[in-house]
C-alpha cells in the first residue's frame, strides 16, 4: 500500500520554500516512487525539477588572518582550488576535505559537509610556524632586542616565527651588535653574542699622558725652587 502523493508532494515544495534543496530532493523522488506508472509525464517533469536541485552548487567561502591564504576543497573525484578573502568555491553538494594553507603559517584541514545549494562561511586565524631562539649575551647585563622590541636581558629562549629576524644587543660601555637570524620550522636556532669593549681613543691617551707628564714636570720644579 503506497502512501497518498499529493501530501509528500506538497511537503517536497514546503522544503524548496526554505531553500533546504536536499530535503527537498528527498521528497520529489518520493513523490516519483509513488506515482503510478501511468503519471509518465508528471514523472518526467518533477524528475527534471529533481535534476535541476542537484545541480545547484553549494558556495563556500572562506576568510582568513593574515587574509590570501591557498584554499583546497578536495572530494572523492575532482578537486577545486581557490583562494581565502575571495569568491566563494562552488561545489556540488557532497563531503569535502579542505585544506587551509598560507605561507610559514601552520595548515588547517577540515572536513565540511556541503549541501546542494547553500552558501557556507568559514572564518580562521592562521597560526605562523615556529622555531626555537636562544640567546645568550656577554657581558651578562646586555639588553636583547628583536625586530627592535626589547624581550630581555642577558638571555632569551623563546619561539618565534620562521623567517629573518634582526637581533641587536647592546650594553654600557661596549659596542653594539647587529645580527640577521634566520628561524626555521621546529628548529633550535641559538646565537651567543660578545659585546666587544671600544677601542682607545689616541688623542684621549694623548691627552691624558700630557697631563700625567705636566703633573710630574710641575712637582719637579717645585720641589726644586722649595729645596
Same mark, same amino acid.
Given at each position: /500500500?503506497?502512501?497518498a502523493?499529493?501530501?509528500i508532494y506538497n511537503?517536497? &515544495?514546503?522544503?524548496?520554500r526554505?531553500?533546504d534543496f536536499?530535503?527537498?530532493?528527498?521528497w520529489f523522488?518520493?513523490?516519483i516512487?509513488?506515482l503510478p506508472s501511468?503519471?509518465t509525464?508528471?514523472r518526467t517533469?518533477?524528475?527534471?525539477?529533481?535534476g535541476?536541485?542537484?545541480?545547484?552548487?553549494?558556495?563556500?567561502?572562506?576568510a582568513?588572518?593574515p587574509?590570501g591564504?591557498a584554499?583546497?576543497?578536495? #572530494?572523492?573525484? !575532482?578537486e577545486v582550488?581557490? *583562494?581565502?578573502?575571495?569568491?566563494? /568555491?562552488r561545489?556540488?553538494?557532497?563531503i569535502?576535505?579542505m585544506r587551509v594553507?598560507?605561507?610559514d603559517h601552520e595548515?588547517i584541514?577540515e572536513e565540511v559537509a556541503?549541501?546542494i545549494? &547553500?552558501p557556507y562561511t !568559514?572564518?580562521?586565524?592562521?597560526?605562523? &610556524?615556529?622555531?626555537q631562539?636562544?640567546i645568550s649575551t656577554?657581558p651578562?647585563n646586555?639588553?636583547?632586542?628583536?625586530? &627592535?622590541?626589547l624581550v630581555?636581558? #642577558?638571555?632569551y629562549v623563546? *619561539?618565534v616565527?620562521?623567517g629573518?629576524?634582526?637581533?641587536?644587543?647592546?650594553a654600557?660601555?661596549r659596542?653594539q651588535?647587529?645580527r640577521?637570524l634566520? =628561524? *626555521?620550522?621546529?628548529e633550535?636556532?641559538?646565537?651567543?653574542?660578545? /659585546?666587544a669593549?671600544?677601542?682607545a681613543n689616541?688623542?684621549?691617551?694623548?691627552?691624558?699622558?700630557s697631563?700625567?707628564?705636566g703633573? =710630574?714636570?710641575?712637582?719637579?720644579?717645585?720641589?726644586t725652587? !722649595?729645596?
Open positions: /500500500l503506497l502512501p502523493s499529493e501530501p511537503i517536497a &515544495q514546503a522544503y524548496e526554505l531553500v536536499t530535503r527537498a530532493v528527498e523522488e518520493l513523490y516512487r509513488v501511468t503519471a509525464e508528471e517533469s518533477v524528475g527534471h525539477r529533481v535541476v536541485l542537484k545541480r545547484l552548487p553549494a558556495r563556500i567561502r572562506v582568513t588572518d587574509p591564504a584554499i583546497v576543497l578536495s #572530494g572523492p573525484d !575532482f582550488r581557490g *583562494k581565502a578573502n575571495a569568491d566563494p /568555491l561545489v556540488p553538494g557532497g569535502y576535505s594553507e598560507l605561507l595548515p584541514v556541503a549541501e545549494g &547553500q !568559514f572564518s580562521y586565524h592562521l597560526a605562523p &610556524q615556529t622555531g631562539l636562544l656577554h651578562a646586555a639588553r636583547i632586542f628583536i625586530d &627592535q622590541k630581555g636581558v #642577558g638571555s623563546a *619561539k616565527p620562521v629573518a629576524h634582526e637581533v641587536t644587543v647592546e654600557p660601555g659596542i651588535v647587529t640577521s634566520s =628561524i *626555521k620550522r621546529n633550535v636556532t641559538p646565537a651567543h653574542l660578545t /659585546l669593549e671600544p677601542p689616541g688623542r684621549t691617551e694623548l691627552l691624558i699622558g697631563s700625567l707628564f703633573l =710630574i714636570a710641575g712637582e719637579t720644579i717645585a720641589a725652587l !722649595f729645596d
